[in-house]
């Protein structure tokens, strides 16, 4: 058999933690699935609950490669209390990490009932069921969109929250206050409340990795996908913004740090009593759009060829993370840079791509 050097299980791990198990909703998706490596990796159980609205079997078979086996797996919308309720019977978990959610903030603002019915409902079916079976941690996706375009860079998880400009971003503002209620009307719950910034790349195996329907609205998929040819050209939206080279900032994360984080939290929520915290989880450094670009043609010596268009709607000038509260309490520390990001992303695609 080939060795598969990104297969870190260490065996000591599971011994230690006595094989916690880990519902891990929307665990097919982006997040999710690189999460889901990284909980064997450390010792936990996780067993993925996912409706795959937007996640594809390419994934299932990604995961199974690099892990060696098929991870548990249901398939189940998670509005479907009825059902979830089977999943929790036969699974008795002892915590959740809930990313099964909608997310594209254009598309909520197209179908917002739909984005509310399932963002909203589906946190409320895991929280009751977790109160009915008795499990007290939650790890929830959230987002830097709480804070929409902030007064003081980088963001602190203090910092004044804005009125959310989409209602993807409201429902994540939302979820939150929910989970802010519920811990306060019964503090055995245990929740932290994980803000990511932008995750980008892919898993450095190139076997599993961000798979957007349709023409991507991020960046980075949208990068890849114009230097393997399937865009005529990546689209700059503004460059006349009040940053060094007039093009957005944003604070990029490698997907595999972000998932890292998962079980960062996990482990910190294990430590406490009660709790409800936010986490921003980002690099701590901005990059523009520009430089982003340019990066990605550099470390992957691939052209892409790019024109500058006007600003996109609603978007932020800049925004990157202060990160501190993560790296002392989780004692989390992101350990890839922006090249290895985009590295890891354009082997994902051109994996793809030949797929
Ligand atoms: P994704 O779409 O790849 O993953 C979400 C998964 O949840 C998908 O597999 C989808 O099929 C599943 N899902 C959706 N609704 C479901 C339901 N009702 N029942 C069961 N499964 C359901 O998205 P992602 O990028 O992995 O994001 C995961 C979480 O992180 C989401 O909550 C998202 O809002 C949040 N988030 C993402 C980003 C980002 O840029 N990717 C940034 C901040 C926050
Ligand atoms: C980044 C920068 C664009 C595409 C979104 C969500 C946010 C969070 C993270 C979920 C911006 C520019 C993009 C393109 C471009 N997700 N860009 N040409 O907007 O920071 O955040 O993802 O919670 O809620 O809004 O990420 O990747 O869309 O854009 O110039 O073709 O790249 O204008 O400056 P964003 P993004």
């Known amino acids: 058999m080939t060795k598969k050097p990104w297969v870190k299980v260490r065996a000591h791990s599971f011994i230690l933690r006595s094989m916690k198990k880990v519902l891990v909703t929307g665990g097919a998706g982006y997040i999710g699935s690189h999460t889901v490596i990284e909980l064997l990796n450390h010792g936990y159980i996780p ?3 996912d409706d795959f609205s937007n996640s594809d079997k390419r994934v299932l078979k990604g995961l199974e490669e690099i892990l060696g086996f098929a991870p548990s797996l249901y398939r189940c919308d998670c509005t479907d209390k009825a059902v979830l309720k089977k ?69 602190h998880e203090k910092c004044e929250q804005k009125p959310a400009t989409s209602p993807y971003g409201y429902t994540k503002q939302v979820c939150e206050r929910i989970l802010t209620d519920a811990t306060t009307a019964n503090p055995t719950l245990r929740c932290a409340l994980l803000r990511y ?14 798979l957007p329907y349709g023409v991507p609205n991020n960046l980075v998929p949208y990068i890849t996908q114009t230097a393997a040819g399937i865009r005529e050209k990546l689209i700059i939206h503004g460059n006349d913004y009040a940053t060094p080279d007039g093009t957005c900032i944003r604070d990029y994360i490698h997907v595999c740090d972000l998932a890292n984080a998962h079980v960062k939290a996990l482990e910190w929520l294990d430590t406490k009593v009660s709790a409800c915290e936010a986490f921003n989880l980002g690099q701590g450094m901005g990059n523009s759009v520009k430089e982003v670009v340019d990066t990605f043609v550099r470390v992957n010596a691939t052209p892409v060829k790019v024109e500058i268009g006007p600003r996109r709607a609603g978007d932020v000038e800049q925004v990157w993370a202060d990160a501190s509260k993560a790296s002392s ?23 793809l791509s030949i797929g």
């Open 197 to 210: 910034f932008n995750p980008i790349g892919a898993h450095p195996s190139g076997l599993i990795g961000e």
């Open 329 to 351: 309490l989780l004692q989390w520390k992101t350990e890839r840079s922006l090249a290895e990001s985009l590295k890891d992303a354009w082997k994902w695609q051109k994996q």
């Open 47 to 49: 067993v993925i609950v």
């Open 87 to 155: 999943v929790f019977e036969a699974e008795m978990p002892d915590a959740v990490i809930h990313f099964a959610a909608f997310k594209a903030v254009g598309e909520s603002t197209e179908q917002p009932v739909r984005y509310y019915r399932n963002n909203i409902d589906s946190l409320l079916c895991v929280l009751e069921l977790m109160q009915e079976f008795n499990v007290c941690e939650l790890v929830f996706s959230s987002s830097c969109t709480v804070y929409g375009q902030p007064e003081t860079l980088p963001v």
